[in-house]
């Protein structure tokens, strides 16, 4: 009889704990949006910064300090998302990349859309760019946004929507890349 009586008052519990773990739940979420957007305004500035100090040390040809600096902003940015880029062709990878958006170190972005032709954002500019799929998991990026307005090709090396690489030749992807959307 006792052993019943326990059971049934621990068996009473249950409904208590389970409404408690979708409060805890709940209020977790709304703890992790607070911080979420009290972060951003600072996150914003450090990057900013951190801008302007990459930009000073490429200019002072102090590439080993820019690649710290360049990977403490891709952390800071963060990549949404982890999906991994399809390996199986260049079919599947270009579905995976059409209509997706990524930043650059510097702060610029491109979005590749369908049939190739995308954009580039680089401040208030908007600049037109076409691209193509080069196996495995490579893009080529091209367009007319050299500061004289002249022809540069770029390569996105992308592993998933977490782990991008960029450069200007296929055996220097090494910038980081976040993916925005």
């Not at 037109?128 to 490579?138: A, E, M, S, T």
Request: proline fraction near 4%.
């Amino acid at each position: 009889m006792k052993r019943s009586a326990l059971v049934l008052a621990l068996a009473s519990l249950v409904p208590v704990c389970q409404a408690e773990d979708a409060d805890f739940a709940r209020l977790q979420k709304s703890y992790q949006a607070a911080i979420q957007k009290a972060n951003e305004p600072i996150n914003k500035t450090y990057v900013t910064e951190l801008r302007k100090l990459l930009e000073k040390q490429t200019k002072a040809g102090n590439l080993a300090e820019a690649q710290v600096t360049m990977d403490e902003i891709a952390t800071i940015m963060g990549g949404k998302g982890g999906e991994t880029a399809p390996t199986t062709s260049d079919k599947e990878f270009e579905k995976f990349v059409i209509g997706t958006t990524w930043k650059h170190v510097m702060g610029s972005t491109v979005t590749l859309k369908k049939g190739g032709e995308g954009v580039k954002e680089e401040g208030n500019q908007s600049l037109p760019v076409v691209w193509r799929i080069q196996p495995p998991n490579i893009v080529e990026v091209t367009g007319n946004f050299n500061p004289d307005g002249s022809r540069r090709t770029l390569f996105y090396r992308i592993i998933s929507k977490k782990e991008a690489y960029y450069g200007n030749t296929l055996d220097t992807t090494t910038m980081p890349l976040v993916y925005v959307r």
